[in-house]
């Protein structure tokens, strides 16, 4: 690796049996010389991404720890590309890193047509979403929601499904749902949060998703729960919907899709969807921000997509929380109250690389290997990164004033007890 200009604070192994670096710490595995092609090209977190879906590297030892240490290298300004002098050319060429590019593994995002519209927004959602609805049984468990979990406890008998329950009673309680209300589920999943409110809290709700497949099955598990008469999921983009207005609106590890020239026209859309007085629930990942460093070093490139953007989240956006806080105040939202659920994000992600780990010949049947090592990373590599306070998750609270200005608001913020 040093060949390559990268300086990586772990031990490695060689498909040729050589080892070098700690034997104490972790491993990386570079299982095929393409993999050093790759980094040729691509020296950052996107060719060692690349490596890592194709099964060209693996990682001996502790995934998080290996993540842990490779972070501040993966996650820092752009690397150079090494420069090619004749010793450097010779050991390359030894090593088989030399050569035409390597095409990307086929689970790699390739999107076309203009950013954030309609159809390009659909085929986005449709890379993360559509991928088998019994994958993201095995990943996810019976609860079937795929946001973070409201951790009540550290009993070793309180699961997953019990704080994923508990995250959607948290919000059912933020909205004040009562029966007989309406409310607007935009990015409604696999239908959990537009059952539970029907069943627990007896309203009426709209639930919408552009995923062909998750509209599938919540349908069908509202049809089992009994509930066609109160929810309807439709495949629609929020863009499109005119139902309102609704008494309350939640939005779920959605907003993160909506991008950046896109957030001021969602909240304008959002507002325009409530009664007066009604609530938003807005669960939204968000980028922190970093203090700017007394020197940056400039940079001689573009950076590469980021392996999310390239893997996972194509077109993805994750904003400062203060920037998401501006445009939906700008948009006629008071804002009432942020709850951040940082910690209780890694904890979630933790638990389903346990359910994959714990199921992973199932579920590379179930998709591809390529497929469910991109999950194991991402998912690992986030539990990192919300560890370390480089991102973070809120539960903003905003209501639609009434035109005397009242909330209908409790006075306190006792939401479960």
Not at 283 to 299: D, L
Not at 379 to 408: C, H, T, Y
Request: some cysteine; overall charge neutral.
């Amino acid at each position: 690796m040093d060949a390559l200009g990268l300086d990586l604070p772990v031990a490695f192994a060689g498909w040729d049996g050589s080892r070098s670096g700690s034997a104490d710490g972790p491993t990386l595995v570079v299982r095929h010389p393409r993999a050093l092609r790759r980094l040729v090209w691509q020296p950052n977190q996107l060719g060692l991404g690349r490596a890592w879906v194709a099964g060209e590297v693996a990682v001996e030892g502790d995934l998080y720890e290996t993540l842990r240490r490779l972070d501040p290298v993966l996650t820092g300004d752009p690397i150079d590309p090494p420069k090619i002098t004749g010793g450097l050319m010779r050991d390359l060429v030894a090593l088989g890193a030399l050569g035409r590019q390597p095409a990307p593994p086929a689970e790699e995002a390739q999107l076309a047509g203009s950013r954030h519209s309609l159809r390009r927004d659909r085929r986005a959602i449709s890379h993360h979403y559509d991928v088998g609805n019994d994958f993201y049984r095995l990943v996810l468990g019976e609860s079937m929601v795929y946001s973070c979990a409201y951790w009540r406890s550290s009993d070793e008998d309180y699961t997953l499904a019990d704080a994923q329950r508990d995250k959607l009673e948290l919000i059912c309680r933020k909205l004040g749902l009562r029966p007989g209300m309406r409310l607007l589920d935009v990015g409604c999943g696999w239908g959990s949060l537009a059952i539970h409110a029907a069943r627990e809290h007896g309203v009426d709700v709209l639930g919408l998703t552009i995923s062909q497949e998750q509209a599938d099955l919540a349908r069908k598990r509202v049809a089992e729960a009994g509930l066609t008469g109160h929810v309807e999921i439709r495949l629609q983009d929020y863009r499109e919907v005119d139902d309102g207005p609704f008494d309350a609106v939640s939005s779920v590890g959605m907003a993160e899709h909506v991008g950046a020239s896109e957030y001021a026209g969602y909240a304008a859309i959002l507002f325009r969807q409530l009664r007066r007085g009604g609530r938003l629930l807005n669960h939204q990942i968000a980028e922190r921000t970093q203090p700017a460093p007394t020197r940056r070093p400039a940079r001689t490139r573009l950076p590469a997509p980021s392996f999310i953007q390239a893997y996972v989240f194509p077109d993805g956006e994750l904003a400062p929380l203060g920037t998401t806080v501006n445009l939906l105040e700008a948009a006629g939202f008071e804002v009432r109250d942020v709850e951040s659920l940082r910690e209780h994000y890694a904890r979630t992600l933790r638990a389903w690389v346990a359910n994959l780990e714990a199921n992973w010949a199932e579920a590379v049947r179930l998709t591809t290997p390529g497929r469910a090592r991109v999950w194991r990373l991402y998912m690992a590599g986030s539990a990192v990164s919300f560890d370390a306070g480089r991102i973070g998750v809120n539960q903003i609270l905003a209501v639609k004033p009434r035109l005397d200005g009242g909330s209908a608001l409790p006075p306190t913020r006792d939401w479960l007890s």
